[in-house]
T-cell receptor, first 112, second 114 residues
Framework: GDSVTQMEGPVTLSEEACLTINCTYTATGYPSLFWYVQYPGEGLQLLLKATKADDKGSNKGFEATYRKETTSFHLEKGSVQVSDSAVYFCALSDSRDDKIIFGKGTRLHILP | GAVVSQHPSWVICKSGTSVKIECRSLDFQATTMFWYRQFPKQSLMLMATSNEGSKATYEQGVEKDKFLINHASLTLSTLTVTSAHPEDSSFYIC??????????FGAGTRLSVL
């Protein structure tokens, strides 16, 4: 079945450092890809998404490009802030049934 | 937005009792609601999908008699963990979707069964 694999955490960085969180997927069809973020004590929030190959999703300085050839959707940010500390989930959805399948999540700590 | 409220956020119960968790979509009508379970350091595992007014569809390995799901209206779904046991202790998260166009997640419910 469909699945998502993302890098293990926690990831600890200093403020203004560069961030990459790797994510690869396995899917039989042509899924939509997502990054969700969960801040402490809050529900999951959609950070960005891409619905087809070569699409780039972006939001709040974060970017991810849908790479069909490498089945990847890595999350990147050029300069992280303390407020970016959260858990990040890579996910995919097959539009046939509206389900979302998540990776295990990566906890990110940003030090001032 | 797509605001989803989940209640309670934390519940402790004795083994053998039943626990009900509510999930409400506050600013949209949810055609579909999903229930997930998350173990420590694990991904969110989809338990079941429910459409308003119809029976829930459970994922393989999820006991439908243990985890009762009711989706009585377009804004409310409930998950009841019946005769809870310590192995049911987990973090449960609901999601509400309006045909995939709008989707929100609850903040989750931490269940501890003593």
């Amino acid at each position: 079945g469909d699945s998502v694999t993302q890098m293990e955490g926690p990831v600890t960085l200093s403020e203004e450092a560069c961030l990459t969180i790797n994510c690869t997927y396995t899917a039989t069809g042509y899924p939509s890809l997502f990054w969700y973020v969960q801040y402490p004590g809050e529900g999951l929030q959609l950070l960005l998404k891409a619905t087809k190959a070569d699409d780039k999703g972006s939001n709040k300085g974060f970017e991810a490009t849908y790479r069909k050839e490498t089945t990847s959707f890595h999350l990147e940010k050029g300069s992280v802030q303390v407020s970016d500390s959260a858990v990040y989930f890579c996910a995919l959805s097959d539009s046939r049934d509206d389900k979302i399948i998540f990776g295990k999540g990566t906890r990110l700590h940003i030090l001032p | 937005g797509a605001v989803v409220s989940q209640h309670p956020s934390w519940v402790i119960c004795k083994s053998g009792t039943s626990v009900k968790i509510e999930c409400r979509s506050l600013d949209f009508q949810a055609t579909t609601m999903f229930w997930y379970r998350q173990f420590p350091k694990q991904s969110l595992m989809l338990m079941a999908t429910s459409n308003e007014g119809s029976k829930a569809t459970y994922e393989q390995g999820v006991e439908k008699d243990k985890f009762l799901i009711n989706h009585a209206s377009l804004t409310l779904s409930t998950l009841t963990v019946t005769s809870a046991h310590p192995e049911d202790s987990s973090f449960y998260i609901c999601s509400a979707s309006q045909r995939g166009d709008r989707r929100g997640f609850g903040a989750g419910t931490r269940l501890s069964v003593l």
